[in-house]
């Protein structure tokens, strides 16, 4: 069982950054590959990012592309999601997820946090 606690969403204008964090409990955090996903209103959640549980390969949709990085830290067992030149479209619920079978897009993603709001204004 692994639990998934978000942190450090918020209001943000466009341009500007944010970083979010996900803190995992659990004694095997290397053992799950992470991702991050959203949800904006109206629309079905999509994947953003993801990476291998030794952290030395990542993946992200086209859009952010160039922007956001995915980070871990197997000893802090956090995943991070730094976040750049915000644009009006990254506007959602960010959520992690942690994959036993698989990694990026084609994960398993069997465990879920609550979700962190991020917000991007004009």
């Known amino acids: 069982q692994v639990q998934l606690v978000e942190s450090g969403g918020g209001l943000v204008q466009a341009g500007g950054s944010l970083k979010l964090s996900c803190a995992a409990s659990g004694r095997t955090f290397t053992s799950y590959a992470m991702g991050w996903f959203r949800q904006a209103p109206g629309k079905g959640r999509e994947f953003v990012a993801g990476i291998s549980g030794s952290g030395d390969i990542t993946t992200y949709t086209d859009s952010v592309k160039g922007r956001f990085t995915i980070s871990r830290d197997n000893v802090k067992n956090t995943v991070y999601l730094q976040m750049k030149n915000l644009k009006l479209e990254d506007t959602g619920v960010y959520y992690c997820?942690?994959?036993?079978?698989?990694?990026?897009?084609?994960?398993?993603?069997?465990?879920w946090g609550q979700g962190t709001q991020v917000t991007v204004s004009s």
């Open positions: 997820a942690a994959s036993r079978y698989g990694w990026g897009k084609q994960g398993s993603y069997d465990y």
